[in-house]
């Protein structure tokens, strides 16, 4: 067996995490076809086949998977040992990939732009994606979402405040349908869906005095985009269903009209997440403690 170099392995790792030779090229700063050249190379010089190639996508096979657990750790304590270096600057620096949904730009971004402005060494991106995306095989640092969507096995923080959604149509809406009085009145109306990149329809969820319900409504138009919600929203396309701050300017300038307002609670709003680590990247702990501080003010 010719000679493994770290470098070898380190194309191997990032293909097994990704599951994807696209996304482990962008990581690694290369082409999808030059990494999978690499990886034939790899596996003729090794003469074991670790990567199953399929048109669905990368799969790992019992070698590759075997050698994945046992270099992941050992690739992992690299990290922290190049991380403690990080002591011996004045501030951090880094890069820090972060994975977030749309609905959370108005939470994330002011907070976002101050922490770079407090450390201008650090370098961040923002993928935003309403896909529950695997942070850790998606080479994310840390991801937002909504604390009931976050696996057990992260670490979350809260981060902005609590969040509501408000059930709202245009005037001219309710000049053609009255004013539904229970979450069951919905099915009279006209409702804007949303459907999720999975492929999935959101059921707008309801509370009132310990009553939970889901009402999957219907509707001519079906949207995934909270922008064009709110817009078809106030086209009178019929109701759509937003979060409190998102439809609030169109709420106070009569654009909009809420109703089912008892129905929607305040609920925990977005939390930062991020994998359980001896030691965090310098770029993330200094991101963490920042949202921790208390000090950033939403705008």
Request: proline content about 6%; aromatic content about 10%.
């Amino acid at each position: 067996m010719r000679r493994i170099r770290s470098t070898d392995l380190a194309i191997f790792l990032a293909i097994a995490q990704h599951r994807s030779f696209r996304k482990a090229a962008v990581e690694l700063g290369v082409t999808a076809s030059a990494l999978s050249h690499s990886l034939r190379a790899i596996e003729e010089r090794l003469d074991v086949r670790l990567v199953n190639r399929t048109t669905r996508g990368v799969g790992l096979t019992e070698a590759g998977e075997r050698l994945f657990d046992r270099i992941r750790p050992a690739f992992l304590d690299i990290d922290d040992a190049l991380e403690d270096l990080d002591k011996f600057r004045d501030q951090p620096y880094g890069k820090l990939r972060i994975n977030a949904p749309r609905a959370a730009k108005k939470v994330l971004l002011p907070i976002v732009s101050k922490f770079l402005s407090a450390y201008p060494a650090v370098e961040m991106e923002v993928v935003v994606d309403d896909a529950l995306v695997d942070t850790v095989s998606g080479g994310f640092d840390a991801g937002i979402r909504f604390g009931e969507s976050i696996a057990a096995d992260m670490i979350a923080i809260a981060i902005g405040p609590r969040q509501r959604t408000a059930i709202v149509g245009s005037p001219e809406h309710f000049q053609r349908f009255p004013k539904p009085v229970t979450p069951h009145n919905l099915k009279d109306h006209p409702c804007i869906r949303y459907r999720f990149p999975s492929g999935t329809y959101y059921r707008w969820e309801f509370e009132r005095g310990g009553i939970e319900l889901e009402i999957e409504v219907q509707g001519p138009l079906t949207l995934g985009d909270l922008d064009m919600m709110f817009d078809a929203a106030v086209n009178g396309s019929g109701l759509a269903f937003l979060f409190e701050d998102y439809a609030l300017p169109a709420l106070e300038d009569g654009r909009l009209i809420r109703v089912l307002e008892d129905w929607c609670p305040y609920y925990p709003g977005f939390f930062l997440y991020y994998p359980s680590r001896r030691q965090l990247p310098t770029a993330l702990r200094a991101f963490v403690d920042f949202v921790k501080s208390g000090d950033i003010k939403q705008s």
